[in-house]
């Protein structure tokens, strides 16, 4: 089962690249609201490494991690998506597909998080990125 965010930005499609691949801009927006991002890994190349580390206010952190499988600059993100701790589904390897489209002066983000196991972790993280992204609004 897949998970389909979309939202448009008033920012370039680069500038959302960088925002999607640069670690210190990615501290800023990488959880859900109300979650902060200590430490992060974000090696943006065909089989480099990425790992996110989300703090809950009580000090709760849930940790995913993955590997880049394409790189388009501007145009495209994939990912692989694995959770270590503090998700539900942590035997379960997910992909992760962000496009990047231009619409006029603004960008669409089409984010595509496929290989969720049952509706409810479909809603989950929907839920999740959708916060996310609202989150990268404000940083971009």
């Known amino acids: 089962m897949e998970a389909v965010i ?3 930005f008033k920012a370039t499609p680069e500038e959302l690249f960088e925002a999607f691949t640069d670690p210190e801009i990615l501290k800023n927006w990488y959880a859900p609201e109300g979650m902060s991002v200590p430490e992060i890994l974000a090696d943006a190349k065909v089989g480099g490494k990425h790992r996110v580390v989300m703090q809950a206010p009580d000090g709760r ?3 995913a991690n993955g590997v880049y499988k394409e790189v388009v600059p501007g145009k495209k993100l994939v990912y692989t998506w694995q959770w270590e701790t503090g998700g539900d589904v942590q035997s379960v ?3 992760i597909t962000v496009e990047f489209n231009p619409r006029g002066d603004q960008t669409e983000v089409i984010m595509t998080h ?3 196991p049952n509706q409810k972790e479909v809603d989950m993280h929907t839920h ?3 916060s996310c992204l609202a989150r990268l609004e404000k940083v971009i």
Do not use: A, F, N, V
Request: aromatic content about 6%.
């Open 61 to 63: 952190k849930h940790i």
């Open 128 to 130: 999740g990125w959708s």
């Open 6 to 8: 979309k939202h448009t």
């Open 93 to 95: 390897e997910c992909l």
């Open 114 to 116: 496929s290989g969720l």
